[in-house]
């Protein structure tokens, strides 16, 4: 009885660990198109794929299951509202709107003084 606790205690440990491994790729995936002083805010933070009946994202093709990282606020002209979609391993799946790392780099610039 007492190798069958410690192999649970071990198995979560290791899904533990591999969850807040894919929780920090899935946060530096987004730091990347965001940038260290995003024009967004209001951040929520979720992984789409773990309740039944264990379904992804509805909203993306072939519905994959992601980190879901949505913005309510934007300082983006013509956004209100921004998300991006992270898959468990840190890849990029897609971003609303699909433009998004143009319109953050386009602010950027804008917001940098001029000569």
Same mark, same amino acid.
Do not use: C, N
């Given at each position: 009885?007492?190798k069958? &606790?410690?192999?649970?205690?071990?198995?979560?440990?290791?899904?533990?660990?591999?969850?807040? +491994?894919?929780?920090? !790729?899935?946060r +530096?995936t987004?730091?990347?198109?965001t940038g #260290?002083k995003?024009?967004? #805010?209001? *951040?929520?933070?979720h &992984?789409q794929? /773990?309740?039944?009946? &264990?379904?992804?994202v509805? =909203?993306?093709?072939?519905t994959?299951? +992601? /980190?879901?990282?949505?913005?309510? *606020?934007?300082?983006?002209?013509?956004? *209100?509202? +921004?998300?991006?979609?992270?898959?468990?391993? !840190?890849?990029?799946?897609?971003?609303?709107p @699909? =433009?998004?790392?143009v @319109?953050?780099e386009? /602010?950027? *610039?804008?917001?940098e003084p001029?000569?």
């Open positions: 009885m007492g069958i &606790f410690k192999l649970l205690v071990v198995l979560t440990a290791v899904g533990g660990l591999l969850s807040v +491994a894919s929780y920090g !790729g899935a +530096a987004a730091g990347k198109i #260290s995003p024009p967004l #805010s209001q *951040r929520t933070i &992984f794929g /773990w309740r039944p009946p &264990f379904e992804g509805a =909203d993306l093709p072939g994959p299951r +992601a /980190w879901v990282i949505h913005y309510e *606020r934007t300082e983006l002209p013509g956004v *209100r509202r +921004a998300t991006i979609y992270v898959s468990p391993t !840190g890849t990029l799946i897609a971003t609303r @699909r =433009d998004l790392d @319109r953050i386009a /602010w950027e *610039r804008a917001q001029g000569p």
